[in-house]
């Protein structure tokens, strides 16, 4: 299969090129709009529906009209003199709201974008007369806006109702104060605006600087970004596609991620086929360039497809999640990485043997053999001092890994904390009033046994629900038109996304609604600090499946490939070490060196799947090759030389342009602790444990490595990879 792809691709490649083209500008148009329609945003719907804020999110929606796509902000409003409001105040603020509800809010639109590819978000929002202070400083505003906070046009929108409302009430003598998680969002997405755009920028100077250092040529700087661009707008579109057909909601954040991935692998993949292809090239100089390149990615596909398919097979396993967000997340990943082997078998091929030698021009490398430099250094090294070289790595790797002691869990959302306009205003309002005014946790009671409520039945949990310390007020209790349902709101005193939070919708406040709920009824804890303790409940339960499953899983693929019970063994023990030290450095700077109150709650998982799968992609590559020189005759370490030398400039480009990609993450707020871990995690990987602990490991086992198979000593002579010059290893 692998070779009847790569072989067309390289006898027809300017068709293969034509057709990657069309469906790449198609596909790469339409995916913003088709990746819109398969994102929610509510964290809460990602949870089972046997979860307790799951079931309270049901009632919302059910009972009182909440919206499943409804985003809250929550408007400040004082007048611009400082003093507190008077009665005629109180009256203008209404006057003003009422107005405003009345006001359709056009999304701008950008002339950078055909209309048509891009939702329409305009809408008329909702406005509702919160809450005043009780020194009336100021007076609170509900403004429900419906659409993904983390969406562009959802976000203008927002910044359009905000300059209106500003405008409006500043002619009225107040100032206003915006806040809640879409304004959050769009303050954060302006703050980061400029480091997002300089990060892609550094980036793509990056491969471009590294392929120009490498290869001297301008067509194998350019054409990785560009193969890469073609490929990732055909699998943006598959990636929505699947999600539409198979029913998965995708987090906000997936697509994103799903970019980041495919531009590093997809480098990495191509870095692979050109390090390969010149190799080929240079040792036999008289053979066609289209022969060369068929050769070529008909033997380098093997290793990619095994790849590729470990990511797949790492990242299929989250379909086991019970968190919704982490179940779709894996397929997205999945169908991603397929779409990018396919592109990898064919239009990459295509690429070269369009291009033939023309590839590396002008450099002259091809006429002359390299000298020995770094990489052939390290191979003899390895080769000549395995055992230290083993030893110093486990060192290093076991004090990064020992920085897990104590760690922590966060299950904040992030954000730029007290530094946008957004966090500000909280801050301004929790002077005021508890910390959760704008965010209360809700408890639902339902009837069942048909009598209708009414607040006198549920003035004993209200009682109770204020006794409970933590609990900052207690809202009147809020009936349903049908009376078989009632809401009353809970102000915490506490930060609605901190751990006290959670600790008190999980504890205390669920304990008391339990022991208070009237006979007949039943009741839900929802909000977000309620949902976020059951999401920290249904992760844990998720590490301890997913885990196991993805090590298997990969150790299996790894066994097929390698044909071996010890190779995939060495091989899965030393990404494990990689995961851990990577995980114990975060922990390190984040939580013990930050001060920040643990680590993401998705980093673990994350942190797995990437670090283990897309490691084991530079573990397989070098494992590959040192199996095939060990192929040769002479003895095991020079073909431990050997395969390093060849194989560390392409594992170290490719690991500097992944560990670059990851880096910027860095530019989305919130996702600080995902980039440095993802960079970290490569760069372990690729030049920590391929390049040094598995040869290492190779160089002392010899062709014991592939007990109870040994490679043998000659192979087909027309897939022999040359051999320009040996190292000699003292």
């Avoid at 003003?96 to 305009?122: C, G, T, W």
């Avoid at 970004?225 to 906000?252: F, Q």
């Amino acid at each position: 299969m692998i070779r009847a792809l790569t072989g067309y691709s390289t006898r027809n490649p300017w068709r293969v090129i034509a057709l990657w083209v069309v469906l790449g500008v198609a596909l790469a148009g339409l995916s913003p709009m088709l990746l819109s329609r398969v994102t929610q945003a509510r964290t809460g719907d990602f949870l089972p529906r046997g979860y307790d804020s799951a079931a309270a999110l049901r009632i919302a929606e059910e009972e009182f009209g909440v919206r499943p796509d409804a985003t809250t902000v929550t408007v400040l409003v004082a007048r611009a003199d400082g003093k507190a409001l008077t009665a005629a105040d109180e009256q203008r603020v209404g006057a003003e709201a009422a107005k405003l509800a009345q006001r359709r809010v056009a999304m701008p639109r950008k002339d950078d974008k055909p209309a048509f590819l891009v939702p329409d978000r305009s809408q008329t929002p909702r406005v509702a007369p919160a809450m005043t202070a009780p020194d009336r400083s100021f007076e609170l505003l509900a403004v429900e806006l419906t659409g993904n906070a983390a969406d562009e046009g959802v976000q203008d929108v927002f910044r359009a109702f905000r300059d209106a409302a500003r405008a409006q009430f500043a002619d009225a003598g107040m100032r206003t104060g915006f806040t809640g998680g879409l304004a959050d969002a769009a303050d954060t997405t302006d703050s980061h605006r400029t480091a997002a755009t300089v990060g892609s920028a550094l980036v793509a100077g990056l491969i471009v600087l590294l392929n120009v250092l490498v290869f001297r040529s301008v067509l194998a700087a350019l054409l990785p970004l560009v193969a890469v661009a073609m490929i990732g707008g055909v699998a943006g579109g598959a990636v929505a596609g699947a999600a539409a057909l198979t029913g998965l909601k995708l987090d906000a954040g997936t697509p994103g991620l799903v970019s980041v991935v495919l531009l590093g692998i997809g480098i990495d993949y191509l870095l692979f086929l050109l390090f390969r292809f010149r190799e080929h090239l240079r040792a036999r100089p008289g053979q066609p360039a289209r022969e060369a390149a068929a050769q070529v990615c008909a033997r380098v596909g093997t290793a990619i497809t095994s790849a590729a398919l470990t990511i797949v097979a790492a990242f299929a396993t989250l379909g086991v999640a019970s968190f919704g967000q982490f179940r779709s997340l894996g397929p997205a990943i999945a169908v991603a990485v397929l779409v990018m082997l396919l592109g990898s078998l064919t239009l990459m091929p295509a690429l070269l043997a369009a291009c033939g030698r023309k590839m590396f021009w002008p450099s002259r490398s091809l006429r002359r053999e390299p000298r020995e430099g770094s990489a052939a250094r390290l191979g003899a090294l390895v080769a000549r001092r395995p055992l230290p070289l083993l030893l110093a790595a486990v060192a290093l790797l076991g004090a990064l890994a020992a920085g897990m002691a104590g760690i922590r869990m966060d299950y904040g959302q992030g954000g730029a904390g007290g530094k946008t306009p957004a966090a500000a205003t909280a801050a301004e309002i929790s002077r005021a009033l508890p910390a959760g005014v704008s965010d209360p946790t809700s408890v639902y009671v339902v009837t069942t046994d048909g009598t209708p409520l009414d607040a006198g039945r549920l003035d004993g949990l209200s009682r109770a629900l204020t006794a409970v310390d933590g609990v900052g007020k207690v809202g009147g209790t809020a009936l349903s038109g049908d009376r078989r349902a009632a809401r009353i709101d809970l102000y915490l005193t506490a930060d609605p996304q901190s751990s006290r939070a959670r600790d008190l919708a999980s504890g205390p406040v669920r304990a008391t609604v339990a022991a208070h709920t009237p006979a007949g009824t039943t009741a839900h804890v929802g909000g977000t600090a309620a949902i976020f303790a059951d999401v920290s409940t249904a992760v844990d339960h998720d590490l301890a499946v997913v885990f196991p499953v993805a090590a298997a899983l990969i150790a299996l693929i790894l066994l097929l490939l390698l044909r071996s019970l010890l190779a995939p063994v060495v091989l899965m023990l030393s990404v494990g070490l990689g995961f851990a030290a990577t995980l114990g450095a975060a922990t390190l700077l984040f939580q013990h060196g930050l001060g920040e109150p643990g680590v993401s709650f998705t980093l673990p998982l994350v942190l797995f799947l990437f670090v283990v799968a897309l490691g084991t992609d530079y573990n397989i590559l070098i494992t590959d090759r040192i199996r095939e020189e060990m192929r040769r005759p002479g003895p095991a370490r020079d073909a431990v030389a050997r395969a390093v030398r060849h194989t560390t400039p392409a594992i170290a480009t490719a690991g500097l342009v992944l560990a670059g990609s990851f880096a910027t993450l860095a530019t989305t707020p919130g996702s600080e602790q995902v980039a440095f871990a993802m960079t970290l995690g490569i760069l372990l990987s690729a030049l920590v444990l391929s390049l040094v602990l598995v040869p290492a490991v190779a160089a002392l086992l010899g062709r014991a490595l592939w007990w109870p198979l040994r490679p043998g000593r000659h192979r087909d002579p027309a897939e022999q990879a040359p051999e320009p010059a040996r190292v000699p290893v003292p």
